[in-house]
């Protein structure tokens, strides 16, 4: 597979069935993010891989009731990091933007090998902190839950998530986000607080969790 074919392949599935989970898939999805660039090399990623029946299901209860269906991954990655261990030149934490990256070479190595890897902000961060010993100046920034492709719908989507499963991509047009020699705000929404409604999330307050933040910061 070569990259731009784990581009396109690449899903946010929620129906995943079971698949062993080796350490050597481990080390290899690690060092996959482990080769992303950083600023000044200061690689301010973070990796806390959980897997194995019983550390999966101490993760569980971290889980928002709209991401039930995680409860079939095989593989939970929590990427933490925090500003201090990367370039803070004014203005700028590159510490997020550098994490990212290594997320993104993770998820498509994942893609490569056969696994879903669906990145998520659907989760406690007070569990997940307790559960896996995390200290508070880490932010907890994402939980990738990663498994196989279940040739069925999982039984906990509800309506509009089994909808993604089967149905294609969603994307906004390419030419309201790629803009050529110089940036035209005409492309931007009128109300940019619809983009997630209208291009990935459902309306309502689907996110039904003890909130620590409102779910409509999610759709910003
Ligand atoms: C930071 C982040 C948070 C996300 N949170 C959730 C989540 O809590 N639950 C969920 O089911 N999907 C979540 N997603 C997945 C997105 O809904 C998905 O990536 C988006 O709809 C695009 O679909 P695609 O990845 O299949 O192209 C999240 C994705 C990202 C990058």
New binding site residues.
């Given amino acids: 597979m070569d990259v731009r074919e784990a581009i396109d392949r690449?899903?946010?599935?929620?129906s995943l069935e079971p698949v062993e989970i080796t350490e050597e898939i481990v080390n290899d999805l690690a060092s996959a993010a482990h080769k992303a660039p950083s600023c000044f090399n200061n690689q301010s990623w973070r990796f806390v891989f959980v897997y194995g029946k019983e550390n999966l299901e101490r993760m569980h209860e971290a889980l928002?009731k709209?991401?039930a269906?995680a409860k079939d991954a095989s593989l939970m990655i929590v990427v933490i990091s925090k500003p201090d261990l990367d370039c803070q030149p004014k203005d700028r934490d590159y510490n997020m933007f550098d994490t990212g990256l290594a997320t993104g070479f993770l998820m498509l190595r994942a893609t490569e090998i056969g696994l879903v890897a669906?990145?998520?902000?659907?989760?406690s961060v007070g569990k997940t902190r307790e559960i896996l010993g995390i200290p508070d100046d880490f932010t907890i920034?994402?939980i990738i839950h990663a498994g196989k492709l279940s040739s069925s719908i999982s039984g906990h989507l509800e309506e509009w998530?089994q909808e993604?499963d089967r149905g294609p991509?969603?994307?906004r047009p390419l030419e309201t986000v790629a803009h050529h020699n110089a940036y035209d705000p005409s492309m931007e929404p009128e109300d940019d607080k619809d983009k997630g409604s209208e291009f990935?999330?459902p309306e309502g307050d689907w996110?039904d969790m003890e909130l620590e933040w409102p779910a409509e910061d999610?759709h910003r």
Avoid: D, K, S
């Fill in positions: 690449r899903r946010a599935y929620r928002t709209g991401n269906w669906h990145p998520t902000a659907g989760y920034i994402t998530q993604r991509r969603v994307r990935g999330w996110l999610l």
